[in-house]
C-alpha cells in the first residue's frame, strides 16, 4: 500500500521558515520523481516543486530562490525547505508522486503578517 505522510507544518510569522517532510512507503521510492503543491483557502491546486529520481529540481515562479526540495533515499522521504515565508504561502501542503493519483493528507502552512 502507498502512504504519504506529511509533517512540519505549522504558524509562522512573515519571513520566517519551515522544513516540510513526506515520509513514503508501499513503492520504489528510488526510481520515483516526486513533487510537492499546495492549495490555499477557497483556491485551486497549484504545484510547487518537483524532483526526479535524478536529481534534478523544478520550482513554481513564486517560490524560486526562497524554497528548496530535496530528497534522502534512504530515508524515503522528501522535504521541503521553505524560507522568507510570506502570507501568499499560507496553504495545505500535499505530496504526491508525480503523475500518480497517490497524495498524502497534506500539512497545513501558515503564514502571519
Known amino acids: 500500500e502507498v502512504q504519504l505522510v506529511e509533517s512540519g507544518g505549522g504558524l509562522v510569522q512573515q519571513g520566517g521558515s519551515l522544513r516540510l517532510s513526506c515520509a513514503t512507503s508501499g513503492f520504489t521510492f528510488t526510481s520515483s520523481d516526486m513533487s510537492w503543491a499546495r492549495q490555499a483557502p477557497g483556491k485551486g491546486l497549484q504545484w510547487v516543486s518537483s524532483?526526479?529520481?535524478?536529481?534534478?529540481?523544478y520550482y513554481t515562479d513564486s517560490v524560486k530562490g526562497r524554497f528548496t526540495i530535496s530528497r534522502d533515499n534512504a530515508k524515503n522521504t522528501v522535504y521541503l525547505q521553505m524560507n522568507s515565508l510570506k502570507p501568499k504561502d499560507t496553504a495545505n501542503y500535499l505530496c504526491?508522486?508525480?503523475?500518480?493519483?497517490?497524495w498524502g493528507q497534506g500539512t497545513q502552512v501558515t503564514v502571519s503578517s
Open positions: 524532483i526526479y529520481s535524478d536529481g534534478s529540481v
Open positions: 504526491t508522486i508525480r503523475g500518480s493519483n497517490y
